[in-house]
RNA sequence: GGCGGGGUAGCCAAGUGGUAAGGCACGGCUCUGCAAAAGCUGCAUCGUCGGUUCGAUUCCGACCCUCGCCUCCA
């Protein structure tokens, strides 16, 4: 059995074979986050999504070189830098920190490299350099460079490789501004934007005059200079297949002019999008979250991690905080488990259950269908609970056990409740509510307890004794 | 108008040509001084209508509803 992935290429699931078939690595590009402003809970879904289709490759032992994207130059980055006086790396400085933050308290593997796009101009002005030549591109009188694609075309190569295209019946949306550039045609992209006076100190020189480049070649020229002409995943939100990702399979296959047979993405992934309480997330409506947001809520990193991932990737996911609690009571389900058995195991060591990552394995090799890797961890959850609830597991039984939940979470990546220490007032009206107990007087025990409630502590009386847990 | 997803219990969500995983919520029971946690247990015929079949939620057709993309968008 091997990995099976939906490749949007060929909209089908295909078993997945690397480019370099030693399995030592893996180059796997996913688009990042346009730095104007905090991320939020939709752009959270692919990011989860990437981390996970890492993980589940590097659970299957190949090597992954991650590398993601940090867009900071682009439009909306710059009319939001015209409202301010601050200088353009500054401003993105801001959010890309953020941003990372917000990756590090979802539990996502940092990417090995995060490129900025102001940092590759010179393979940004080679890649238009090299198709102007081969006379994919024009340069207008204005200054700018757009990319042809009826002369692509001519060139052998395949647009509306993502995505069927009949640009006769494609009716131009709104946003196609016919007055915008003077253009070719109104498919083409604009690869060089010449500078404009809105555009303030924002400009770089180029052999045809200052300007800036455009929003899909960054993705082209970073992610070849990083992980070579052909990579084998490329991976982001189902609205980037047309026309980003189109047009970035366009410029390199149009500017690097492979062999035939060689490409420039073996497979492409796609997440779907996410709405909220059932209608697409907008400011106006109010359903609009950064993980920000939802944090000052009170909801964790890693309950939103857990939410996230409880639908398949490739199905249009409802984010309801009605669902964030119930992610919340699901997580909690699994901590109290694993705790039991950390506290069991104590600093013995074990080994995974082989049945249990393999009924996992493969569910996750079936285009990383999290659903079904779900019913394998709660079968295993009702089935460790019981036998910790009949005294039936030993040190080394439970050492087993935390060794199988350390690998399943290699691809979950939840990690562990972080248990608060408990301060030393909490902990002084829990032992006068046991001494209470021992002589019987329950209603002062209770009182004590709700005292404890009040201040944020659950008391659970165990076997071993009571316990405060964080409300 | 073109293209592409969906419609499975109160909610989320897998899945299969032979009477439907898992989670949350809810009810009952066990344990408990009471709780909590945990265990046991109860809770669906799969959008509608036809067709194929011994048998369809799963295949085919029609229809209804819904979401997305069509050059800002994760």
Redesign the pocket.
């Known amino acids: 059995m091997s990995l099976n992935l939906f490749n949007t290429l060929s909209?089908s699931l295909e078993p997945f074979e690397p480019l370099n078939p030693t399995r030592s690595s893996v180059g796997m590009y996913c688009?990042?986050?346009?730095v104007y402003d905090y991320?939020?809970i939709?752009?959270f879904?692919?990011?989860v999504f990437s981390d996970l289709t890492r993980r589940t490759l590097e659970f299957r032992g190949f090597s992954v070189k991650h590398v993601m994207n940090i867009?900071d130059v682009?439009?909306?980055i710059l009319r939001r830098l015209r409202e301010t006086d601050r200088s353009l790396r500054d401003f993105t400085n801001e959010y890309e920190k953020a941003f990372l933050e917000d990756l590090t308290e979802l539990n996502c593997r940092m990417p090995h490299h995060l490129p900025r796009a102001t940092e590759y101009m010179p393979q940004m002005i080679d890649l238009v350099a090299k198709l102007l030549k081969r006379g994919i591109a024009y340069q207008t009188p204005d200054g700018s460079v757009w990319f042809s694609?009826s002369n692509y075309q001519g060139c052998g190569c395949r647009y509306g490789q993502l995505?069927?295209?009949?640009?006769d019946?494609?009716?131009?949306?709104?946003?196609?501004s016919g007055d915008e550039y003077d253009k070719e045609a109104?498919?083409?992209?604009g690869l060089w934007k010449a500078r404009v006076p809105d555009d303030g100190d924002v400009f770089w020189p180029s052999p045809w005059g200052d300007g800036r480049p455009g929003?899909h070649l960054e993705c082209s020229a970073m992610s070849t200079a990083l992980l070579g002409p052909s990579f084998d995943l490329h991976l982001?939100?189902?609205?980037?297949?047309?026309?980003?990702h189109e047009?970035e399979i366009a410029q390199s296959e149009g500017a690097l002019e492979y062999p035939v047979g060689q490409r420039f993405v073996k497979y492409w992934l796609h997440?779907?999008?996410?709405?909220v309480e059932?209608?697409?997330?907008s400011k106006s409506l109010g359903n609009f979250f950064t993980l920000r947001d939802l944090r000052s809520k009170g909801y964790s990193g890693r309950e939103i991690r857990q939410l996230l991932l409880?639908?398949?990737y490739?199905?249009?996911?409802?984010f309801?905080l009605?669902?964030l609690?119930?992610?919340r009571?699901?997580l909690?389900?699994i901590d109290?488990?694993v705790a039991?058995l950390v506290g069991l195991a104590a600093s013995q060591r074990g080994s995974p259950n082989a049945d249990v990552l393999a009924r996992f394995t493969e569910?996750m090799d079936?285009d990383l269908?999290v659903?079904?890797a779900?019913?394998v961890?709660?079968?295993w959850?009702?089935d460790q609970?019981?036998l910790?609830?009949t005294g039936g597991v030993t040190s080394m039984k439970a050492a087993d056990a935390v060794a199988t939940w350390n690998r399943l979470d290699e691809v979950l990546g939840l990690g562990r409740r972080v248990e608060d220490s408990t301060p030393a007032d909490a902990v002084a009206l829990l032992d006068a509510?046991t001494a209470a107990?021992q002589v019987r007087d329950?209603?002062h025990?209770?009182a004590l307890?709700n005292e404890l409630k009040a201040m944020g502590w659950?008391?659970?009386?165990?076997p071993a004794g009571?316990k405060l847990?964080r409300a």
């Not at 995505?163 to 640009?167: H, I, S």
């Not at 982001?236 to 980003?244: I, T, V």
């Open positions: 909209r688009c990042g986050p346009t991320c939020h939709g752009n879904r692919t990011f867009t682009e439009d909306k694609i995505v069927k295209l009949n640009f019946e494609m009716r131009p949306g709104e946003r196609v109104a498919a083409d992209f929003w982001g939100g189902e609205d980037l297949a047309f026309p980003h047009d997440a779907a999008h996410l709405l059932g209608k697409k997330m409880s639908a398949h490739r199905e249009t996911f409802n309801t009605e669902g609690d119930g992610a009571s699901a909690s389900r109290e488990c039991k569910a079936d269908n659903s079904r779900w019913s961890v709660f079968d959850v009702r609970n019981r910790l609830a509510r107990k329950f209603a025990a209770d307890r659950l008391v659970e009386d165990t009571p847990k």
